[in-house]
């Protein structure tokens, strides 16, 4: 495949730009759907090694897999639904934009879908809600290609935005702030490393091209469930943040919240790979990242 073009979207996103580096890197031809108001800041630096960029408001979509020779579509784009309760957006967002993507792609000869998609339950969210019809339709349009689902648990690292609990906290700490309002911490999630994500999309990859077609789901995490609460202590310890000012309890659970994360790693460890990333060595890498990027001693 690293002879053909490999068409992503959400590269000016957090694991989309990541994504983008590590397909560069690999020797991918890589072409960029981007929304007219995305903010390509972070991959500034490798804007010359892309191939095209093109914008969806200017009939990108078509453009894409009219003039270039795509072979697979990895999918990060997301509206997360966080900043507005507009289910339309949310839906337009994460449901007709990737449909119509997979409708096009289809009629050029797409070969590849590599969805990137949440592990949440459909009922937590809008915004797993429209991630899960998503889903449903890739299951139901896969007899003429690789369809591949990818369910993501909790993921962190430098450098990403502070609307995620990890990073927020993390922002909340190194500013020292004067207290932090939490829950009481009890839920268990699953919190995953960058770079053990990206190995994991990179192994996929790499299998699903020898793939005949079909839906393949995979779920990506570390399969160790971590309380909530642990983990604000560990990044309190490592950051030497007052715990005192940690206030356990304060706001309440949300609606619908899940108490415990479930993460099947039985195909992902089919393909021999395995995480290697703990959450305090993750945890210890990101805080030095970050401190680096803010210029802090």
């Known amino acids: 495949m690293k002879n053909k073009k490999i068409l992503i979207t959400g590269a000016s996103g957090y694991l989309g730009s990541n ?27 490798c804007l010359a090694q892309i191939e ?37 957006r949310i839906v337009q967002a994460n449901l007709i934009l990737p449909l119509t993507i997979l409708e096009t792609g289809k009629k050029f000869g797409l070969k590849y879908f590599v969805n990137t998609d949440t592990l949440l339950d459909k009922n937590v969210s809008n915004y797993s809600l429209s991630k899960r019809q998503f889903n449903e339709w890739l299951q139901a349009t896969s007899g003429n290609l ?31 702030e004067s207290s932090i309002s939490l829950t009481t911490g009890e839920q268990r999630r699953d919190f995953i490393y960058i770079d053990d994500v990206l190995s994991a999309f990179l192994v996929i990859l790499e299998w699903g091209m020898n793939q005949k077609n079909g839906y393949f789901p995979f779920e990506v995490g570390t399969g160790v469930n971590t309380p909530i609460k ?68």
């Not at 990108?60 to 900043?83: D, K, L, M, P």
């Not at 415990?260 to 995480?275: D, F, H, I, Q, Y």
Request: hydrophobic residues 40%.
């Open 19 to 45: 994504l983008l580096r590590l397909l560069i890197a690999n020797d991918y031809k890589v072409v960029v759907l981007i929304r007219e108001a995305s903010n390509l800041a972070r991959i500034n630096d």
């Open 52 to 88: 095209s960029i093109y914008k969806i408001e200017e009939d990108g979509i078509s453009r894409a897999f009219s003039e270039h020779q795509i072979e697979c579509v990895i999918h990060c784009a997301t509206n997360y639904g966080r900043n507005q309760n507009d289910p339309s």
């Open 146 to 176: 690789v369809a591949i689902n990818v369910g993501l648990e909790h993921f962190y690292g430098p450098a990403d935005d502070n609307s995620k609990f990890v990073s927020w906290l993390l922002d909340s700490m190194i500013r020292n």
């Open 230 to 297: 642990d983990l604000v202590l560990m990044l309190a310890k490592l950051t030497n943040y007052d715990v005192a000012k940690l206030k356990f309890g304060a706001i309440p659970a949300r609606v619908n919240e899940v108490m415990e994360s479930r993460v099947n790693l039985t195909n992902l460890k089919g393909l021999n790979w395995n995480p290697k990333v703990t959450l305090e060595d993750g945890l210890k890498k990101y805080i030095a990242e970050e401190k680096r990027i803010r210029g802090i001693q």
